[in-house]
């Protein structure tokens, strides 16, 4: 991984007008190995901004919220989710892409053989929002091929999240925005009318607490006692250990919800739950988890499984899903004592024993 010193001296310079070009030119110097970190960003880029005025016509556009299949992942595949990926995936045929992970495919798809990256993508994050004009995203992560590896393998792909080259994500919502790192920094870039993402912010920064949590409450009856028990001291509010009120947001779009994080702060929990292929929660450790956990750290902020951090960990399968936490580092960090310390207890009183969901 490309590592920045802490005061990130890679990062472009802030300023009104700067470009996505301009920021990676910056960045890449005369370095052979950001370029073509620096070509396929800017190639992503382009996919995502066809992509994003395919979304921004709606249902002038057609149905794109129909379901086609039942994908790889068991969910239905919609009529956006083949469209995103045949966009994202023709776009890097002209960038230094030996082959593509990606959500909607199998297995790899080979681009060629002799170049020097792997992308691992989620083309649409959210495919649920698509009919009811809520936001969605595009996910990616870069990695090295290894020398002598099989680019159109499995295998080539089972990399350790500090490998990453680069990782970001498209977010379209009100407006178009791209979250980006290469490892010096987490950069901000919001796309114009004209088509050109623009520098809004070179260093991200979240917040290292909050008083805001996102979880899909309506799992809360199968997960493990420990996120129950976070939950409920959150929901207990100024009463309660946490001696704080807590707001709760849900997107059903990870992007989304990640995007307000970096903005305001916050924690995000997707965990493992008790349902049936549930276990290892439903986020793609690959190319969802490892992306989001690098801007993160980057960011100042965390990211775990709900114990160790997203990045020490190695993909052992191309679609494998992870339990996923991030977010204020320090609301990363106690949601890991909830699972770590004795009886998943973190640091409650006894005072403030099991509780049910409305205290």
């Not at 297995?107 to 053989?113: I, R, Y």
Request: proline share 5%.
């Amino acid at each position: 991984m490309l590592e920045p010193n802490a005061d990130h001296p890679a990062a472009p310079a802030a300023g009104a007008g700067i470009t996505l070009a301009c920021a990676l030119d910056e960045w890449v110097g005369a370095d052979a190995r950001r370029r073509d970190v620096a070509a396929t960003v800017t190639a992503l880029a382009a996919g995502c901004v066809a992509l994003a005025a395919a979304i921004a016509e709606g249902p002038l556009a057609g149905d794109l919220g129909r379901t086609l299949s039942s994908g790889e992942a068991g969910e239905g595949q919609k009529a956006l989710d083949v469209m995103a990926n045949d966009l994202v995936i023709s776009a890097l045929r002209n960038a230094p892409v030996a082959a593509v992970a990606s959500e909607e495919n199998d297995a790899p798809v080979l681009l060629d053989a002799d170049a020097p990256l792997l992308v691992a993508i989620d083309p649409l994050d959210g495919s649920s929002n698509i009919d009811t004009c809520l936001s969605v995203g595009t996910i990616f992560a870069l990695f090295p091929r290894r020398e002598g590896a099989d680019a159109a393998s499995v295998e080539a792909f089972l990399q350790n999240g500090r490998e990453m080259l680069a990782g970001g994500y498209v977010l379209y919502g009100p407006h178009t925005a791209l979250m980006l790192t290469v490892g010096a920094g987490t950069w901000h870039f919001a796309l114009d009318r004209g088509g050109t993402f623009r520098l809004v912010n070179a260093d991200v920064r979240v917040r290292e607490d909050t008083a805001e949590f996102a979880i899909n409450m309506s799992n809360y009856n199968h997960w493990d006692e420990p996120v129950r028990a976070y939950v409920d001291d959150c929901l207990a509010g100024r009463k309660g250990p946490r001696e704080r009120d807590f707001n709760m947001r849900w997107v059903a779009s990870m992007v989304a919800d990640a995007h307000r994080i970096f903005q305001r702060g916050g924690v995000y929990l997707y965990p493992g739950d008790g349902r049936k292929g549930y276990s290892a929660g439903r986020l793609r450790l690959l190319y969802e988890a490892f992306p989001v956990a690098f801007m993160m750290e980057q960011a100042r902020g965390g990211a775990s499984d709900g114990r160790a951090p997203i990045l020490d960990l190695s993909a052992s399968g191309l679609h494998q899903r992870v339990p996923f936490v991030f977010g204020s580092r320090d609301e990363v960090a106690r949601v890991a004592r909830y699972h770590l310390e004795q009886a998943g207890h973190g640091e409650r009183s006894p005072l403030f024993a099991r509780r049910g969901l409305f205290i």
